[in-house]
């Protein structure tokens, strides 16, 4: 028996797509996200607030930081509100629903929420950078923070609810204007007794879900910073712009393995071996095998053959091939390129 999402689960995952679609080029309205904001707030029955843009995450917290100094409260009264709304739309929650789950899968997929996530990770958020201080008053930060994604996401999850009391309906209801706000660009927002602060999602640039642009930035944040990233990679501008002014020196003394992956197949393997002066381990009359021992990471090894073709002036076109750092030998490695051991290949039978 097969599973279906709900009819009204469907139309919101719909809008959440679209919007997806759009992350190269985000829709960026912040009338419309301060009306949404105030909706919510409204709808918890919360008096109307202040809300102001922000375009960076330390200056966020160190607001919310103040504020709860000023307020002297761990939990101001909309996560009080957000909390006892939520609490009773549980109490009303059927054990468990497999359309329920359903959706929540495919609301997480659609918005991309992993991703979204994982860049959390490349912002800075320490408003006291090199000081102690920030300590227990960070997770107060917390409680004033919504994830908009998050916030969605929760949206689908309870609308595929089989029954849909009285409880469910307001908490859905009180989270619908967020919907809104993510359509308006909206990402994080943080809610003190002084005021909102909101905070606008980036144009992002993906293939195959990671972070990756060829020919620019992957990220571009409201306030014009922006960041490159290489299948899911971050690197500097100049490994996506301007691969052919790295050096080899570059490439070898760069910390980060995966960074260094990434330098090396945009500077081109067969040069780095070449520039670096690899160490010839074995050669016979398939090839050359050389080697290269990288610091942190396994060894480059590569193989040098010869077109088995003569060009017209009678030479042989050389090839490098990359191999794993485990083969001995030439003969080895050749076999390797064709899916074959070394004692199963012989040149001499090539088509």
Known sequence: MSVAVPARAERLIERLERVAARDHEPRADPVEVERAIQEHLRRLGLDPCPVRFVSDLPSARKSVFDAVLDADAWIGPWRAAWREANHQAWLARAPWSTARRLAEVRARRAVAIRMWQWLQGFLPTDPFPGERGWGGFGWAAGQACCDVLDAVVEIVTWSSEPDISAPIDRWISILSPLLEAFEAGLWLFWVTHRDVLAFLRPAVRTENHQLHCDDGPAVVWP???????????????????????????????????????????????????????????????????????????????????????????????????RVPPTVQTAREAVAWTFGLEAEDYRPATET
């Open 223 to 321: 306030d014009g910073y922006s960041q490159y990233f290489w299948r899911g990679v971050r690197v500097s501008e100049k490994v996506v712009l301007r691969p052919l002014d790295l050096t080899a020196r570059e490439i070898a003394s760069e910390g980060n393995a995966e960074v260094r992956r990434v330098m090396l197949e945009r500077y081109g393997p067969a040069r780095f071996i070449q520039d670096t002066g690899a160490r010839l381990v074995h050669s016979d009359e398939t090839g050359e095998l050389y080697r290269l021992e990288l610091e942190r990471d396994e060894a480059l090894c590569m193989v040098r053959v010869l077109d088995a073709t003569p060009q017209p002036d009678g030479s042989r076109r050389a090839y490098w091939l």
